[in-house]
């Protein structure tokens, strides 16, 4: 008897597998980065294929196989509202293949979860200027890198990269700590050779 899992997911990814199956790329809060399995998803009466969207948030419940995970149901709790925004879009994919080039293995991190979560949240929601949101993107670039231990310790920019919560003032008055912010992510992702 297998044991079921159910947790908040985000499908950062997914990739056809198979005649009719795909594989997706999923960052949850209770196991980590996984990658599991859907079968026959790609198949017209699949039940799952309106759910298993890239880019969506999503209740799923998984069992561990021998080889890899299998999602069994899933729930969407958000499907990518901002994806008619192209530039909201671009920031989104930007900060997703960031995760795939960071992340290897399961491991729970729920504070890394919280931080990409709130940021998804906060982008599906709210409008946000063109230069509020180059602001997002890098906060979220510096809470992943502090998330995963790559940004070192660094007072002035200890507020944006150690929280989960955005808002609008908090984009505002990062503007002066810009320039310091990129010169640490650049150090950081220059140490982890990516």
């Given at each position: 008897?297998?044991?079921?899992?159910?947790?908040?997911?985000?499908?950062?990814?997914?990739?056809?597998?198979?005649?009719?199956?795909?594989l997706?790329?999923?960052?949850?809060?209770?196991?980590?980065?996984?990658?599991?399995?859907?079968?026959?998803?790609?198949?017209?009466?699949?039940?799952?294929?309106?759910?298993?969207?890239?880019?969506?948030?999503?209740?799923?419940?998984?069992i561990?196989?021998?080889?890899?995970?299998?999602?069994?149901?899933?729930?969407?709790?958000?499907?990518?509202?901002?994806?008619?925004?192209?530039?909201?879009?671009l920031?989104?994919?930007?900060?997703?293949?960031?995760?795939?080039?960071?992340?290897?293995?399961?491991?729970?991190?729920?504070?890394?979860?919280?931080?990409?979560?709130?940021?998804?949240?906060?982008?599906?929601?709210?409008?946000?200027?063109?230069?509020?949101?180059?602001?997002l993107?890098?906060?979220?670039?510096?809470?992943?890198?502090?998330?995963?231990?790559?940004?070192k310790?660094?007072?002035?920019?200890?507020?944006?990269?150690?929280?989960?919560d955005?808002?609008d003032?908090?984009?505002?008055?990062?503007?002066?700590?810009?320039?310091?912010?990129?010169?640490?992510?650049?150090?950081?992702?220059?140490?982890?050779?990516?």
């Amino acid at each position: 008897m297998y044991q079921i899992y159910t947790t908040e997911a985000i499908i950062i990814k997914s990739t056809p597998t198979g005649e009719a199956n795909r594989l997706y790329f999923l960052l949850t809060r209770d196991l980590g980065f996984i990658k599991a399995s859907a079968q026959g998803v790609r198949l017209e009466k699949s039940k799952l294929k309106s759910h298993l969207q890239d880019f969506c948030t999503v209740h799923a419940s998984l069992i561990k196989g021998k080889e890899m995970w299998r999602i069994i149901s899933v729930e969407t709790i958000d499907q990518k509202p901002f994806a008619k925004n192209p530039d909201k879009l671009l920031v989104v994919k930007n900060i997703f293949s960031l995760l795939l080039r960071l992340l290897h293995g399961e491991e729970k991190n729920e504070g890394l979860f919280d931080s990409v979560y709130a940021f998804y949240n906060f982008i599906s929601h709210h409008d946000i200027s063109k230069d509020n949101l180059k602001n997002l993107e890098i906060i979220v670039v510096l809470r992943i890198l502090y998330h995963l231990g790559y940004l070192k310790q660094s007072f002035d920019l200890e507020a944006y990269a150690q929280g989960s919560d955005l808002s609008d003032e908090l984009l505002s008055t990062f503007q002066d700590k810009k320039k310091l912010a990129i010169t640490e992510i650049n150090a950081a992702l220059h140490e982890t050779s990516l």
